[in-house]
């Protein structure tokens, strides 16, 4: 870590700060300075650490509600920013574009986190949760990583779902792009808007207006947060990133069980893709959360619900009691 003043946290009425937040620095091995943040577990005896892995654009203050989830279940909690995205450092002048070279560039961050903040300060054993994005860069370190007791991913990014012109050719489209020197275009068709404003019936990530509108209003409190449509550099990476999990040789088994939860209604990523790769592997259970769009863990109460019962029968250490907390459903 540097010797900088800790970064700020930023809550709203309806999306507060978790007590005992611990929010700070770290620096990678190329010199990268990510925001990240720890959390005390809510009572005695803790249960070990889950770590939080974010999928691409999102940052610390929309995993506020699952941290209280957590800590209501004795775990403390560990969450990081990507580079590129939140408050972490981002490489391009244009702050709205998400991009990155190559996804080893996630795994730097990955191992910075883990090596410089969670083994030396958070209690053991250690668990994790990584949504999207951040399930492909989980799942791929764990072919040689020993670090988390058990892994539970959120519509991990294994392959994106169908449009209507093939993959195969835009991804072609893409890396000839990248070849003659666009990387740090937009996307066809990208935007410096946040999929978090994104109307509601336009928006592909939850069934659920209230969180939905939450985390707009954080984005509307701080600005910086928000992340826009990938770059061609991303997503270029992102279709090498995808095809080496596919590729990956699983009779060998992962370096931690993993539970991955796929979202029945997801238009962002294959379910069924997500469905195959877990047949593949033989550390691995798969569960489809009917219902539910891309973001599960931002959905309605009753769908997070059926996540929190998979989590709870899978990752162990668990007390049998908590529930967690009911949101009301009156906008404040």
């Known amino acids: 870590m540097n010797d900088q003043d800790a970064p700020a946290l930023f809550g709203t009425l309806r999306n507060p700060i978790p007590e005992d937040a611990e929010p700070g620095w770290l620096f990678t091995g190329d010199g990268v300075q990510l925001r990240y943040a720890r959390f005390g577990a809510k009572s005695l005896p803790v249960q070990g650490t889950v770590c939080i892995f974010p999928g ?17 279940r004795n775990f403390s909690v560990a969450v990081l920013e990507w580079r590129g995205q939140g408050l972490s450092d981002r490489p391009l002048r244009k702050r709205a574009k998400g991009h990155v070279n190559h996804f080893s560039a996630y795994e730097d961050d990955l191992v910075s ?10 209690p053991p054993p250690y668990y994790a949760i990584a949504h999207s994005m951040g399930g492909n860069i989980v799942l791929r370190a764990l072919a040689r990583r020993t670090w988390f007791s058990r892994v539970v991913t959120t519509s991990p990014m294994v392959r994106l779902m169908p449009r209507a012109v093939p993959w195969t050719l835009v991804r072609g489209l893409i890396e000839f792009a990248s070849l003659i020197g666009l990387q740090s275009f937009f996307v066809p068709g990208g935007t410096s808007r946040p999929m978090e404003l994104s109307s ?20 509307r409190k701080e600005a910086s947060l928000g992340l826009g449509s990938p770059t061609v550099g991303w997503l270029a990476a ?10 990956m040789q699983f009779p060998r088994p992962l370096k931690a069980p993993v539970l991955m939860l796929a979202a029945g209604r997801d238009k962002i ?4 893709a997500i469905h195959i790769l877990g047949l593949d592997m033989p550390t691995a259970r798969e569960v489809t959360i009917d219902g539910a769009r891309h973001e599960i863990l931002q959905e309605r109460d ?19 009691s908590p529930q967690p907390a009911r949101r009301s459903s009156t906008v404040s």
């Open 269 to 272: 990523v294959s379910a069924k």
């Open 113 to 122: 986190f883990m090596d410089k903040i969670v083994l030396p300060d958070c």
């Open 302 to 320: 009753e769908l997070r619900e059926q996540f929190w019962a998979a989590f709870d029968a899978f990752v162990p250490g668990v007390p049998a």
């Open 238 to 247: 992102a279709f090498q990133a995808m095809a080496e999990l596919r590729r």
């Open 200 to 219: 509601f019936a336009s928006n592909l990530l939850t069934s659920d207006p209230e969180r939905l509108e939450r985390n707009a209003e954080i984005l």
């Open 56 to 72: 691409r654009g999102e940052f610390i203050e929309k995993y506020f509600e699952t941290v209280e989830d957590l800590r209501q």
